[in-house]
């Protein structure tokens, strides 16, 4: 069965340093997010990302966080400057469509970050 | 949305039993909703989903249960078993938005032998 993986599993970085957490989506997935939660508390959105740009949005993805395709494969975040507060789990999710036409999004695994 | 913290609504089952899981949601204009399992260290695993103009879907031992006027969902999950164990979260759709989903605070579900 296809599945979302990403890579690393675990992230261990110096605050103010930049990290890339990567993720290969379903292949035939067309739209992609990343959400993040942080230790005991609830999954948040991030991003969503669909034809090349950001289709919207949250709060927390401020000017520090950026997201890349750079191939027909991978899905990137980037984090510029890390701090202590992004310690976090990062998941990566991709579906078919989006979900106002109620298309599943199927997780990875994620990326544990740890900020030092 | 408001913070957990560290302490989930926990529901504690004996193995052979059903169990049932709510959540309240926030969005009337939400009309699509999930249920995801979320073992430890793992990633959330689409269980189930329902759209708004349904009030029961069944799949292979779980139901989910809508009801709008109250704004409440459902897992009803039979014959728990022991890798049952895990947190569970619902999830809507942030309505007219293109795919953000909300999810809710999660409950942990522990399957007693």
């Known amino acids: 069965e296809p599945e979302v993986t990403q890579t690393p599993s675990h992230q261990v970085t110096q605050m103010g340093q930049e990290v890339i957490l990567r993720c290969v989506p379903i292949s035939n997935h067309l739209y992609f997010y990343w959400y993040r939660q942080i230790l005991g508390q609830k999954v948040e959105f991030l991003v969503s990302f669909y034809n090349n740009e950001i289709s919207e949005k949250s709060e927390i993805f401020d000017d520090q966080f950026s997201v890349e395709r750079p191939d027909g494969s991978n899905f990137t975040l980037k984090i510029r400057s890390t701090k202590l507060e992004d310690s976090a789990m990062y998941f990566c999710?991709?579906?078919?469509?989006?979900?106002?036409?109620?298309?599943?999004?199927?997780f990875g695994p994620g990326t544990r970050l740890t900020v030092l | 949305g408001e913070s957990v913290g560290l302490h989930l609504p926990t529901l504690s089952v004996q193995e052979g039993d059903n169990s049932i899981i709510n959540c309240a949601y926030s969005?009337?204009?939400?009309?699509?909703f999930i249920w995801y399992k979320q073992e430890s260290g793992k990633g959330p695993q689409f269980i189930i989903d329902?759209?708004?103009?349904?009030d029961k879907r069944q799949g292979q031992r779980v139901t989910v249960l809508l009801n709008k006027t109250v704004k409440h969902l459902s897992l009803q999950i039979a014959a728990t078993q022991p890798g049952d164990s895990a947190v569970y979260f619902c999830?809507?759709?942030?309505?007219?938005?293109?795919?953000?989903?909300?999810f809710g605070k999660g409950t942990k579900l522990s399957v007693k032998p």
């Open positions: 329902i759209r708004s103009n349904m």
């Open positions: 999710a991709s579906s078919a469509g989006w979900a106002g036409v109620q298309d599943t999004q199927y």
């Open positions: 999830a809507e759709n942030d309505g007219g938005s293109q795919g953000n989903l909300i």
């Open positions: 969005n009337s204009a939400s009309d699509y």
